[in-house]
């Protein structure tokens, strides 16, 4: 089944303790993407990847980051969480055809929580 | 960079009368303009999209269309019914000076449909 598969889907951590948030995608997507979402403030994107080693700041990369080693993995890291990045986070991958993004994959989300 | 607006926040409407969500985006360099739907605690999924050099698309009960002069777009849902309660997201897709594309959303939507 294709899809992009994100873990955890929740977790609880305290300010300054390292984490990661897998992201991975099984469709051979080039394009892969995190976004935070806040009432309110809809989808914002933190970090984007247009291809293997290629990566870009979105709209609010601060305490964050990323790596794209492989094509189907795209990892979220923050190194040091503090409560403003208390938040539900998704992992979305597409095609990215010329042109124009193709349709956006979303994995199930992760719901973090930093005390 | 793009800045996308969308309103109403929230907007309640009628079993079988029909809901329209209106987006203005910044960017007149912006090519492909996707709607998704999120459903209570579900990942966002994509339920139409257009590029700019179409003015109207329709899926069933779903149309979007597009002015590209005045830089917005509408999503109209007609007949609606419980099942289309959500919240939906607006997003503009532009191709930045280095290449790369980048997908800004919209704040969201909150759709009632009242039973």
């Given at each position: 089944e294709a899809q992009v598969t994100q873990n955890p889907r929740y977790l609880i951590t305290v300010t300054g303790k390292k984490l990661t948030v897998t992201c991975s995608q099984?469709?051979?997507?080039e394009y892969m993407s995190w976004y935070r979402q806040d009432p309110g403030l809809g989808l914002r994107q933190i970090y984007y990847s247009m291809n293997v080693e290629v990566t870009d700041k979105g709209d609010v990369p601060e305490g964050y980051k990323v790596s794209r080693k492989e094509k189907r993995n795209f990892p979220l890291i923050l190194e040091s969480p503090s409560p403003n990045q208390t938040s539900l986070y998704f992992c979305a991958s597409s095609l990215?055809?010329?042109g124009g993004l193709s349709p956006l994959h979303f994995g199930n989300g992760t719901r973090l929580t930093v005390t | 960079g793009e800045n996308v607006e969308q309103h109403p926040s929230t907007l309640s409407v009628q079993e079988g009368d029909s809901a329209v969500i209106k987006c203005t985006y910044?960017?007149?360099?912006?090519n492909y303009f996707p709607w998704y739907k999120q459903e209570l605690g579900k990942r966002p999924q994509l339920i139409i999209d257009i590029r700019s050099n179409v003015g109207e698309k329709k899926d069933q009960r779903i149309a979007v269309t597009l002015n590209k002069t005045a830089k917005h777009f509408s999503l109209h849902i007609t007949e609606?019914?419980?099942?289309?309660?959500a919240v939906y997201f607006c997003a503009a897709s532009l191709i930045s000076n280095f290449g790369n594309e980048k997908l800004t959303f919209g704040t969201g939507t909150r759709l009632t449909i009242i039973p």
């Open positions: 099984n469709m051979n997507h990215s055809t010329v | 910044s960017d007149s360099a912006s609606t019914q419980p099942e289309d309660s």
